[in-house]
């Protein structure tokens, strides 16, 4: 079992910044990837981007590219989301997720794909 806490949600202003953190713990060793997903009111969950634990690789959704950097620190088990130049349209419920599964890499868009999920941080960006 993995288990995953969020923190660093809030409300911010159009252009501001925000730092999400998820921190893993349990059966830390098992990981293969870790994914952050958004869930904006009305909308379906949407993939936003994924780290490959062993060696950093990293993805983005086109919608977040150049504005979020994912990033991971091993020694404290923890996966971060670095938002910048924030948008309204960023304002959802972000959740992370972490997958055990050696398919991680051909499937890390897929929410079903992961085991575990934290409780979700609410990020609220006003225009």
């Known amino acids: 079992q993995v288990q995953l806490i969020e923190s660093g949600g809030g409300l911010v202003q159009a252009g501001g910044s925000l730092r999400l953190s998820c921190v893993a713990s349990?059966?830390?060793?098992?990981?293969?990837?870790m994914g952050w997903f958004r869930q904006a009111p009305g909308k379906e969950r949407e993939f936003v981007s994924a780290?490959?634990?062993?060696?950093?690789?990293?993805y983005y959704a086109d919608s977040v590219k150049g504005r979020f950097t994912i990033s991971t620190d091993n020694a404290k088990n923890t996966a971060y989301l670095q938002m910048n130049s924030l948008k309204p349209e960023d304002t959802a419920v972000y959740y992370c997720?972490?997958?055990?599964?050696?398919?991680?890499?051909?499937?890390?868009?897929?929410?079903?794909?992961?085991?575990?999920w934290g409780q979700g941080t609410q990020v609220t960006v006003s225009s």
């Open positions: 997720a972490a997958d055990t599964d050696r398919s991680w890499g051909a499937t890390f868009r897929n929410q079903f794909q992961y085991d575990y």
């Open positions: 780290i490959r634990w062993r060696d950093d690789r990293t």
């Open positions: 349990g059966r830390i060793f098992s990981l293969i990837g």
